[in-house]
């Protein structure tokens, strides 16, 4: 295994003809410990910039430096390229404070990033897993947080014949059959409720179910003496049939809206279950 020991921006080139990053300038990656913290410390003021990406143990004479020094130059590295500052302390600028949707890098950058190089992740593989396993994991709790935010309400009805109840605006006769003009165009559900509106009275087996609707108008046969009753009639029905109606369509609407409150509640267990699933797998 190679340690670079001197991992630092100016070190990592991308060959745009490949998309691939190169590393370069192993020139320090076989040196030993003592060698390489005298170099650090005391060589020329070119050298002494790397020293910002240098791990904790590569600032203390005798400390063994492997792999994991690298690990610790790259958590630094990852910080810097969305923060665009190198992180020091522990009050340092994070990837969530500019760039929320990686907010689940940070954990990772803090692990990379531990004064001991034992907790720190174990290999470069060990990280690519990380960012693989955390990035789904973020992605799928976004899209629970999304679920649980989505609010199903009581919608005011936007129905025409609800908004603007029907009347009757005008009528004709031919003789024979008697058209009744309405304010609006009625919908087969208006003269379902129509039909069920309870109990009525009519002319003569003129029932509500024997008008024929078609858009503004109903139509029946009619003699000459029963216009005028089947007209007044009629026009008690539909207070009535336009009460009925409402009540039907606000049931649906509510019928709906629990459907539509149930299909979210199944995805949101579903979105948890996976969740839990994802956290609980180790590899």
Not at 77 to 88: D, K, R
Not at 116 to 136: C, D, F, H, Y
Not at 177 to 196: G, M
Not at 231 to 253: L, M, S
């Amino acid at each position: 295994m190679i340690f670079h020991r001197d991992l630092k921006p100016e070190n990592v080139l991308y060959n745009k003809s490949s998309d691939q990053l190169v590393v370069a300038d192993f020139g320090i990656a076989h040196f030993g410990e003592d060698e390489l913290y005298t170099l650090v410390e005391t060589g020329p003021h070119d050298r002494l910039a790397s020293f910002r990406y240098a791990a904790p143990e590569q600032r203390t004479p005798g400390l063994t430096i492997d792999h994991r020094a690298d690990i610790f130059a790259l958590g630094l590295m990852l910080n810097e390229m969305f923060t665009g500052e190198v992180p020091h302390g522990t009050d340092f600028k994070t990837i969530a404070s500019v760039a929320p949707d990686f907010a689940y890098l940070d954990n990772l950058v803090l692990e990379m990033l531990r004064q001991s190089p034992v907790e720190r992740p174990a290999s470069v593989e060990v990280i690519k897993q990380n960012l693989k396993a955390r990035g789904l994991e973020f992605v799928e709790s976004q899209k629970l947080n999304k679920l649980k935010q989505t609010v199903t309400p009581i919608s005011d009805i936007d129905d025409p014949l609800i908004a603007d109840p029907p009347r009757i605006v005008n009528f004709a006769w031919d003789g024979k059959i008697l058209t009744l003009f309405f304010s609006q165009a009625l919908n087969p559900k208006w003269h379902w409720a129509l039909c069920h509106m309870g109990s009525y009275s009519s002319v003569m087996g003129k029932r509500p179910e024997i008008f024929k609707i078609v858009g503004d108008k109903a139509t029946i046969d009619a003699r000459s003496d029963q216009v005028q009753s089947i007209i007044d009639h009629f026009k008690g029905w539909i207070p009535r049939a336009n009460q009925k109606y409402e009540e039907t369509i606000r049931q649906e609407k509510r019928a709906e809206e629990e459907n539509e409150r149930q299909r979210l509640k199944r995805q949101i267990e579903a979105q948890e279950e996976r969740l839990r699933v994802l956290k609980s797998i180790k590899i």
